[in-house]
C-alpha cells in the first residue's frame, strides 16, 4: 500500500512552510515578551493546520478511500513538527527564554497520543482488505 | 396519502435501497462485455438498464480506482476520439471470479424454474 501519496507529499509542504513560519514568530515574540501574540499566532497556526489537513486529507480521501488517511497524515504531522522544533533548537534559532525542554515534553505526551491511534488503527485494519474498509468497498 | 401514491412511494423506497448495492454488479457486467472507457461505462448502464440506474461519471472513476487497486479491474491506455488518450478497463483474472461466483451465488437463483414462475405469475 503507498504511504506517501501525492496529497500527503503536498501537505507536508505546506504544513512545514507553516511549522516554520509558526516557530519564527514563536521564538521572536517569546524574545520580545510579547505574550499575546504568542497566543494569537498558535490559534492562527492552529486553523491553519486544520484548514490543510481538511483539504489535502479529503482529496486523498476521494482518491482512494483508504481506512488509514487519519493516521498517516497525523504521523506526518508529529515527525515534520518534531524535527523543525529539534532543529530550530540545535541551529539556535531559539529565544533566550525557550528551553529544549518544552519540546522533548510536547514529543512525550503527542507520541503517547500517536500511540493510541496507532493501536486504533491496528484494529481497524482487521475491517479492511488491501487498506480500504470493507462496507466501502461496493458501497 | 391515496393507494397509488402510497405505492409509488413504497417502490420508490424499496427501489432506491435496492439499486444502492447494484452499481458494481452492473460496471462488472458492462466490463464482461468488453474493454470499456468510463463514458462507454456509463452508457451500458443506462441503456442495459432501462435507465433505472443512472450514475455519474465522478463517481465511476473513483469506483474504478477503488477496484484497480484491489485488483479485480485494470486499465490500458488507447487512442481517444481526436483528444487525450483514454483508459480502458477491463475484467482481471480475480475479476472474472468474483463475478462470476457472486452471479452464482446470487443471480442464478432467479433463474430456479419455481423463482421464475412465482416472480412472472399474476396474483
Known amino acids: 500500500m503507498k504511504a506517501l501519496t501525492k496529497n500527503l507529499i503536498f501537505f507536508m509542504i505546506f504544513f512545514f512552510i507553516g511549522t516554520i513560519m509558526f516557530r519564527y514568530s514563536l521564538s521572536y515574540f517569546i524574545e520580545n515578551r510579547t505574550y499575546d501574540l504568542v497566543w494569537i499566532i498558535a490559534v492562527i497556526y492552529f486553523f491553519y493546520n486544520f484548514f490543510i489537513g481538511w483539504i489535502f486529507g479529503k482529496k486523498d480521501y476521494e482518491t482512494l478511500p483508504l481506512y488509514d488517511i487519519g493516521f498517516r497524515f497525523h504521523f506526518a504531522t508529529y515527525l515534520l513538527f518534531n524535527i523543525v522544533s529539534i532543529l530550530w533548537f540545535l541551529f539556535d534559532f531559539h529565544s533566550h527564554y525557550e528551553s529544549i525542554r518544552s519540546v522533548y515534553v510536547t514529543a512525550l505526551f503527542w507520541g503517547i497520543g500517536i500511540i493510541i491511534h496507532l493501536v486504533i488503527y491496528l484494529i481497524t485494519r482487521k475491517n479492511a482488505i488491501l487498506g480500504i474498509e470493507k462496507s466501502e468497498i461496493f458501497d | ?123
Request: neutral net charge; contains cysteine.
Open chain 2, 1 to 123: 396519502m391515496n393507494k397509488t401514491n402510497y405505492l409509488s412511494e413504497l417502490l420508490s423506497t424499496w427501489e432506491e435501497t435496492y439499486k444502492k448495492g447494484q452499481l458494481t454488479l452492473w460496471i462488472f457486467l458492462s466490463l464482461k462485455d468488453g474493454k470499456k472507457y468510463v463514458d462507454e461505462i456509463k452508457c451500458f448502464i443506462e441503456e442495459q438498464s432501462n435507465q433505472t440506474m443512472t450514475c455519474e461519471s465522478q463517481s465511476l472513476y473513483r469506483t474504478l480506482r477503488k477496484f484497480q487497486h484491489l485488483g479485480v479491474v485494470d486499465f490500458e491506455t488507447g487512442e481517444g476520439n481526436k483528444g487525450p488518450e483514454r483508459k480502458y478497463y477491463f475484467l482481471t483474472e480475480i475479476g472474472h471470479r468474483l463475478l462470476e461466483n457472486f452471479i452464482e451465488r446470487n443471480i442464478s437463483l432467479f433463474f430456479n424454474k419455481h423463482i421464475k414462475n412465482l416472480i412472472t405469475k399474476e396474483d
